[in-house]
C-alpha cells in the first residue's frame, strides 16, 4: 500500500470523513490532503450560530484539528495549499503553498475532489467591494466577525432568503444590526410552498427584520471600495454590510479544467459509489452531484450531512470496500428565530415541473397533548400522488420540537409508504411529547379524504 | 338508520372516537354511549402530570365533555351508567344508573366495547385498603388528588417501574413526599434492555425516589382500612399512600361473560377491522387485542394513541365504510425527570423467547451539534436480525428533544429496512437538532459492523 497514494483536495467535511474511513480500512496507506485554509474539518453550519453569539468561538465549531488528524490518523494535513490543477494523464496535481507562493506537482495514485461549494452570486456589474460576504467556510465566517468587530456596520441588507440567509438574518439582529432582506421570490425560503414560507416570512418580520420580496438584485453601491447600497429592480438600500444567502455553486471549476463530466449546476457528476467520469478519481460532499431518490433526477445540494454520507461511501470504496450513496430527498431543517422550519421531498413547484398529478393538505396542531405546559403551534402540510396516496414531501413549520418530526415523513417517503401507510404508524406518544395523533398524522388523515 | 342503533360501552378514547367517526359518517344515526363515570374523552395520559402540579386542573384533561358530545354530535351521552351484562340472544345490554341504582335494558343493533383497562394487582391476601390506588381513569386520577389535599400523606410507596408507576414517583417527588419505588425485576422500565432500563433507575434515584429493585410485592399493611406499609419479599416499607403501577389488564370481564373470545392477558380478541369473535359487536381500546405487525402474536399495550386508532377504525366500519387497523410494534415514549426515553420493536428478551438470532449495538452521541448551546447526551441502542440486519427494535434515553427520534426508528422498521437502509436516509440536520449523523444513524453505523 506504500505505493498507493491517495490524495484528497479539501478537508473538510466529505475530504476529511474519506480519508478517515480509507485510514481505518488501510493502517499503512498514503493518505496526504491539501486544504487551501488553516481549517480542517469543521462545522460552517454553526457559523451563523457562531457569529449570532449563541457558540463562543469558530475554534468550537472544528470538530478535529489538523494536527489531531496527523497525530492520530497519520493523514499528512498539507494546509494553507491550494490544488490549482489536475493532470489526468501524469497521475499529478499542481499544488500552490500559499504561505510562500511556491508551486510544485503531487503525484496521486486515487484522488478524492472534494472542493466543496462557494455562495452563489449573479453576474453583476463590478467587482465584489469590501463588506460583501458569502458563507461557505469557517475562514468566511471569521472574517464577518472581524469585520463586525472591526467596522461596527449598522445596516445589515441580506440578499437571498435560502437558510443561510435567514440564518444570518437572525444573527445579525440578534447582534443589534438593523437588517433588511431582499428575496426574489414570494416568500423567503422557497424550498417551501408559498403558503408554507409565508409562515417564516412574517416569524422574520416579527423580530424586526425588513422584507422585500419579489425584489432582485441589480447590483451593489460603492465607495471607496467600501459596499454603501444594495440596489434592487426596486429601490437602493443602504448597507454597511451584505450578506449573500442565494445559495452555492459547486467549486467544480478544477475538476472541469481536468476534464471531469459536470452535471446540475455544474456539480461533479458522480456514479453511487461517488467515482468522477474518470479512472482514479472520486469526488464527494458540495462540489458533487446527489441522485434525488424520488424523481431520479440529478441534483446539488450543499448539506454536511450529505457531505459526511458522500465522504464516508467514497472514502470505503477507495478504501477497497464496497459502499453506495442511495441519495437524497431533500430533507433539510433549519432553526429562525423561536420557529422550527422542515421539508422532505418534493414541493409544488417540482411536482408541477414533473407533471406529477398530487394532492395536499395542511394542517394546524399542537407540537404537546394541549393541556401541557409548553404545547405549541405547528403547521405541517403533506403533498402526495393522487389516487395512490404516495407520498411526495412533507413541510413543517412550527414551535420548538416540530422539525425533527420531517424524519418521520422522510423515513416513510423513502420506504415507499402511502398516507395511508403514515397514518397505520405506530410512533411514540406522551403528553409531553405529541397529541394522541402525531401531527404529521394529523395532516395524513386531512390528506386521505382528498386522495 | 333511525333503526340501527349503536350502542357504545365506554366513553374514553376509543369509545369516542369510534362514535364520533360513525356520526360523520351516518349524520342520522342513534349513537347511545354508557359511560359509568362522569367523565368522556379525557386524556388518562396526562393525570401524572396534573397531580404532579404541571396540568392546572384536572378538567383541562378532558378533550370533550358529554355536553359538547350531546349538542356537537347529537351522541346521546349516559354517563353514570353503567354496562353490567351483554346480551347477545336478545340484542341488548342490561343497564345500570348509578345515580339511583335502577336497572334497566337497552337494545342495539350494532355495539362497541370500549370498557378499557384497570391497573394490574397480583392477588395478595386482604382487600384493598385505603390509601392504595391504581391509576388507570381520570375519576381513579382526582381520587388520589383528593387524598393528597385530604390526608396530606409523607410517605409514597409505588409498586412497579412501568411508565405510570415512574412518572407517578416523578410526580409526587414534586409534591415533596419521601417516595420509594418497588421492581420485580433488576431495573425499572421492563420493557428496555437491561442496560437501557439502568439508565431510568439511575435518573429516578437522582432525583430522590428510593429504589427496591428485585423485590416482590407479598402484600399491605393496614391499620382501620388505611394501608400503612406495603410488604415485600424482603423488607416492610411504611407508606400512607400506595400506587399501583403493574401494567394494566383489560376490562373484559363484561365480554367474556358475553361470550366473546378473549386472548392475551384476556383482552378482547378482534381482526383488523375490530369485529370480535360475535356478530355485531366490536371492541376497541385498551379492552381489546392488538397484533404486533413483526411477531404476528397478539399483545395488549395500553395507550391513548392506539385506543384512538383503534377507535377510529372500529366506527369506520360500523358507520358503513371499511378500515384495518395494521397493527402495533410497541413504540412508546416517556418523560421522566429531565431525561427522555422511548422504545420501538422487540427488545432482547421478547427476541430470546421468539429463538430469533439478533445483534445490537449502543451508542452514546449528543442531542444537537457539540457546540451548539443545549446539546445533551443521548444513548441509542438498536437491535437487528444477524446476517440480514433487518431492524428488530430501537431504544433511547437522554436529553431533550431525544424521544421521539424512536419515529424514525419505528417508521424503517415498519417498512422492512434493514440497518443500512437506515444509515442511507436523508434526515434532517442542522446544528440545533442534531449532529451531522442524527443518533439513531451513528447507532446504525456502530450496528452494522456487528451484522
Known sequence: ????????????????????????????????????????????????????????????????SPERFREKLSIDMQMQHEVVAIDRDKQRVEVVDRNNGTSRYEPYDQLLVATGARPFCPDISGELADGIFG??????????QKFLTDNRPQKAVIVGGGYIGLEMAEALVRQK???????????????????????????????????????ELRGFETNEKQVTAVVTDRRTLPADIVILGMGTRPNSGLAKDAGLELTIKDAIKVDEQMNTSCDN???????AASRHRLTEEEVHISLGTIANKQGLVAGTNIGGGSAIFPGVIGTAVSK????????????????DRLGWKYVSATIE???????FPGAGPITVKLLAEKRSGRLFGGQIVGDCCSAKRIDTVATALTAGMSVEDLIGLDLGYAPPFSPVWDPVQTAARALIKEI
Open 1 to 64: 500500500m506504500k505505493n498507493n497514494r491517495l490524495v484528497v483536495i479539501g478537508g473538510d467535511a466529505a475530504g476529511m470523513a474519506a480519508a478517515s474511513k480509507v485510514r481505518r480500512m488501510q493502517p499503512d496507506r498514503e493518505i496526504v490532503v491539501f486544504e487551501r485554509t488553516d481549517y480542517s474539518s469543521y462545522s460552517a453550519c454553526g457559523m451563523p450560530y457562531q457569529i449570532a453569539g449563541l457558540v463562543e468561538k469558530a475554534d468550537n465549531l472544528i470538530v478535529r
Open 135 to 144: 458563507l461557505s467556510t469557517l475562514a468566511s465566517g471569521i472574517k464577518i
Open 177 to 215: 444590526l438593523d437588517v433588511s432582506l431582499v428575496q426574489r421570490g414570494e416568500q423567503v425560503m422557497e424550498t417551501l410552498d408559498p403558503d408554507m414560507g409565508k409562515l417564516v416570512s412574517e416569524a422574520l418580520e416579527e423580530i424586526g427584520v425588513k422584507l422585500y420580496r419579489k425584489e
Open 281 to 287: 478519481i472520486w469526488a464527494a460532499g458540495d462540489c
Open 336 to 351: 429562525i428565530c423561536s420557529i422550527e422550519v422542515a421539508r422532505t421531498g418534493l414541493q409544488e413547484k417540482e411536482l
Open 365 to 371: 396542531a399542537k407540537t404537546r397533548a394541549g393541556y
